[in-house]
C-alpha cells in the first residue's frame, strides 16, 4: 500500500494488494447495482441510472475478465506449483470451487447484462431483484474465499521473484509495459524447490523417469506428456518439433506421428535423436538420448484405432509437413477422406509410432544461484545403467 492518505491503486508490484483492490472495485459495482434497484422504479432509466448501468458494464465486461484471468492463469497455477503439504491440500480443495465460480459468474452476467445494456440506452426496463442478488452473492462467498485462503497462502509462499513475474504477468493482460526497466536479459528464474543427489535417484532410469513423470502429473504440470524430439538431416543439421510421448516401458519412449514427415524422412537416414521435457512447474528437465525404431504394426494400430475418429481422419488427410495452398484445401482433403473412409477409417501405413531405444538418460533438477543437480545414467554394453553427477 502507498503511504498516501489518498486511496489510491497500489502497484503492480503488489499484485496480491491489486488483486483485494479489485475486490474493493467489485463491491462498488455491487452496491452500485443495488442503488439501481432502489432507484429505477421511481425514476426509470434517467441519465443518473443510465450512468450508474454504464459503470457496471465497464466494469464487467472489461476489469472482471482480467481479474478472473489473473487468477485462472497466473495466480492459481502459480500457487499449485509452489504449494506442498498442508498448503497444497487446501488448494486442491478450493480451486476447483473458484474455477466453477468463475463460470458461475460469467453466466449470471450474461443475464444482468442484457437487463443493464437496456438500461444504459436510456430504455425503462425493470432489473431483476433475483437477477441481481445471485450475481451480488456469487461474487461476495468467492471474494471471501480468496482473501481468507489465497490470498494469505500467496503472501507466505511465494517468493519476491514469483511476486514480481505474477505483477509483470497481470501487467501485460491489461497492456501495460512494465515500468521497471526490465530487460530481456534480466528476466531470471531462481530455482530452490527441491533437490537430487545419488542416494534420491533409482538404480534404473526408467524408474526414476516414471516417479519424475508422476510427480510432474501430481503437481499440474501443463502438457507433462509433451516432449521436444531432435532429429539431424542427412548433412547432420538438427530439427526440432514438440510431440506426445504417449508410451514408455524398459525398451523406450513412444510417441506417434507420420512416417513422411520431416522427421520421419531425417530418422530413416539417421535413426540418433534426442528427446526433451521441461517441467517447469517443479524445476525439472530430463535429456534422453538413443536411437530410434519403429513400434510393431500391431502397436501403431491399437493406437491409432485407440484415437478419436476425427484425429484419425485428420491424419489419413494430411501430408505431414508438406506444403499446401491454403486452410480451405486442408478441409477439402479432410472432407474426402472422411466420405471415403466412414466412420472406420484404416491405419495408413505410413503414420505410426518410434520409439526411441535409450542409451543416455539425465535427470536435471533446478537449484539457487543456478547450482543445479544433474545426474546421468549412461547405459553400458553389459546392459546396465552407469551413473554419475554432473557439474550444473
Ligand atoms: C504440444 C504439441 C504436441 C504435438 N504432438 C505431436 C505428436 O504427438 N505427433 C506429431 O506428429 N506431431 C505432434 N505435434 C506437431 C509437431 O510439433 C510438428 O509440427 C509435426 O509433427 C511436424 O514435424 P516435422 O515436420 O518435424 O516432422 C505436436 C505439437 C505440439 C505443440
Ligand atoms: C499431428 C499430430 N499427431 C499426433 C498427435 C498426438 O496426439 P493424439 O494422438 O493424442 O491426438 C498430435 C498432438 N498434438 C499432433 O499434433
Same mark, same amino acid.
Given at each position: 500500500?502507498?503511504?498516501?492518505?489518498? @486511496?489510491?491503486?497500489?502497484?503492480?508490484?503488489?499484485?496480491?494488494?491489486?488483486?483485494?483492490?479489485?475486490? @474493493?472495485?467489485?463491491?462498488? +459495482?455491487? +452496491?452500485?447495482?443495488?442503488?439501481?434497484?432502489?432507484?429505477?422504479?421511481?425514476?426509470?432509466?434517467?441519465?443518473?441510472? +443510465?450512468?450508474?448501468?454504464?459503470?457496471?458494464?465497464?466494469?464487467?465486461?472489461?476489469?472482471?475478465?482480467?481479474?478472473?484471468?489473473?487468477?485462472?492463469?497466473?495466480?492459481? %497455477?502459480?500457487?499449485?506449483?509452489?504449494?506442498?503439504?498442508?498448503?497444497?491440500?487446501?488448494?486442491?480443495?478450493?480451486?476447483?470451487?473458484?474455477?466453477?465460480?468463475?463460470?458461475?459468474?460469467?453466466?449470471?452476467?450474461?443475464?444482468?447484462?442484457?437487463?443493464?445494456?437496456?438500461i444504459a440506452n436510456g430504455v425503462s426496463t425493470p432489473l431483476s431483484v433475483d437477477d441481481v442478488n445471485r450475481f451480488s452473492e456469487a461474487y461476495a462467498a468467492h471474494m471471501l474465499t480468496e482473501e481468507t485462503q489465497i490470498a494469505p497462502m500467496a503472501k507466505r509462499l511465494f517468493t519476491d521473484e514469483q511476486m514480481e513475474l505474477l505483477g509483470q504477468a497481470m501487467q501485460r493482460r491489461r497492456g501495460i509495459v512494465p515500468t521497471s526497466a526490465q530487460t530481456l536479459a534480466d528476466l531470471r528464474l531462481d530455482y530452490g524447490l527441491a533437490s537430487l543427489s545419488e542416494?534420491?535417484?533409482?538404480?534404473? %532410469?526408467?524408474?526414476?523417469?516414471?516417479?519424475?513423470?508422476?510427480?510432474?502429473?501430481?503437481?499440474?504440470?501443463?502438457?507433462?506428456?509433451?516432449?521436444?524430439?531432435?532429429?539431424?538431416?542427412?548433412?547432420?543439421?538438427?530439427? *526440432?518439433?514438440?510431440?506426445?510421448?504417449?508410451?514408455?516401458?524398459?525398451?523406450?519412449?513412444?510417441?506417434?506421428?507420420?512416417?513422411? *514427415?520431416?522427421?520421419?524422412?531425417?530418422?530413416?537416414?539417421? %535413426?540418433?535423436?534426442?528427446?526433451?521435457?521441461?517441467?517447469?512447474?517443479?524445476?525439472?528437465?530430463?535429456?534422453?538420448?538413443?536411437?530410434?525404431?519403429?513400434?510393431?504394426?500391431?502397436?501403431? @494400430?491399437?493406437?491409432?484405432?485407440?484415437?478419436?475418429?476425427?484425429?484419425?481422419?485428420?491424419?489419413?488427410?494430411?501430408?505431414? *509437413?508438406?506444403?499446401?495452398?491454403?486452410?480451405?484445401?486442408?478441409?477439402?482433403?479432410?472432407?474426402?477422406?472422411?466420405?471415403?473412409?466412414?466412420?472406420?477409417?484404416?491405419? %495408413?501405413?505410413?503414420?505410426?509410432?518410434?520409439?526411441?531405444?535409450?542409451?543416455?538418460?539425465?535427470?536435471?533438477?533446478?537449484?539457487?544461484?543456478?547450482?543445479? @543437480?544433474?545426474?546421468?545414467?549412461?547405459?553400458?554394453?553389459?546392459?546396465?545403467?552407469?551413473?554419475?553427477?554432473?557439474?550444473?
Amino acid at each position: 500500500m502507498s503511504n498516501s492518505l489518498i @486511496d489510491t491503486a497500489p502497484d503492480f508490484n503488489q499484485p496480491i494488494a491489486v488483486l483485494k483492490h479489485c475486490h @474493493d472495485r467489485i463491491r462498488k +459495482q455491487l +452496491q452500485t447495482l443495488q442503488n439501481l434497484l432502489g432507484h429505477l422504479p421511481q425514476h426509470g432509466a434517467d441519465t443518473a441510472a +443510465q450512468k450508474a448501468a454504464e459503470a457496471v458494464l465497464k466494469y464487467f465486461d472489461t476489469a472482471a475478465p482480467m481479474h478472473h484471468g489473473d487468477e485462472e492463469q497466473d495466480l492459481m %497455477p502459480m500457487l499449485q506449483a509452489t504449494a506442498r503439504g498442508a498448503d497444497a491440500a487446501l488448494l486442491a480443495a478450493v480451486v476447483p470451487g473458484i474455477l466453477a465460480d468463475h463460470e458461475r459468474m460469467d453466466a449470471e452476467w450474461t443475464i444482468l447484462k442484457s437487463q443493464l445494456d437496456k438500461i444504459a440506452n436510456g430504455v425503462s426496463t425493470p432489473l431483476s431483484v433475483d437477477d441481481v442478488n445471485r450475481f451480488s452473492e456469487a461474487y461476495a462467498a468467492h471474494m471471501l474465499t480468496e482473501e481468507t485462503q489465497i490470498a494469505p497462502m500467496a503472501k507466505r509462499l511465494f517468493t519476491d521473484e514469483q511476486m514480481e513475474l505474477l505483477g509483470q504477468a497481470m501487467q501485460r493482460r491489461r497492456g501495460i509495459v512494465p515500468t521497471s526497466a526490465q530487460t530481456l536479459a534480466d528476466l531470471r528464474l531462481d530455482y530452490g524447490l527441491a533437490s537430487l543427489s545419488e542416494e534420491d535417484v533409482l538404480a534404473n %532410469p526408467i524408474a526414476q523417469f516414471s516417479k519424475w513423470f508422476d510427480e510432474a502429473l501430481n503437481a499440474q504440470v501443463a502438457e507433462a506428456n509433451a516432449m521436444s524430439v531432435a532429429t539431424v538431416d542427412a548433412e547432420g543439421k538438427p530439427t *526440432s518439433r514438440i510431440v506426445l510421448i504417449k508410451q514408455y516401458d524398459e525398451r523406450g519412449f513412444t510417441w506417434y506421428t507420420n512416417y513422411d *514427415s520431416q522427421k520421419g524422412q531425417q530418422l530413416a537416414v539417421n %535413426p540418433n535423436a534426442a528427446l526433451l521435457f521441461f517441467w517447469s512447474e517443479v524445476e525439472r528437465q530430463v535429456r534422453i538420448e538413443g536411437r530410434v525404431e519403429k513400434t510393431s504394426p500391431e502397436e501403431s @494400430d491399437k493406437y491409432f484405432y485407440s484415437r478419436p475418429v476425427k484425429s484419425q481422419l485428420a491424419a489419413l488427410a494430411s501430408k505431414q *509437413s508438406a506444403p499446401i495452398g491454403s486452410r480451405a484445401q486442408m478441409e477439402e482433403n479432410y472432407e474426402a477422406v472422411a466420405q471415403a473412409q466412414g466412420e472406420q477409417p484404416k491405419r %495408413p501405413d505410413y503414420w505410426g509410432g518410434y520409439r526411441l531405444v535409450p542409451e543416455r538418460i539425465e535427470f536435471w533438477q533446478g537449484r539457487r544461484s543456478r547450482f543445479h @543437480d544433474r545426474i546421468v545414467y549412461v547405459r553400458q554394453p553389459d546392459g546396465t545403467w552407469l551413473k554419475q553427477r554432473l557439474q550444473p
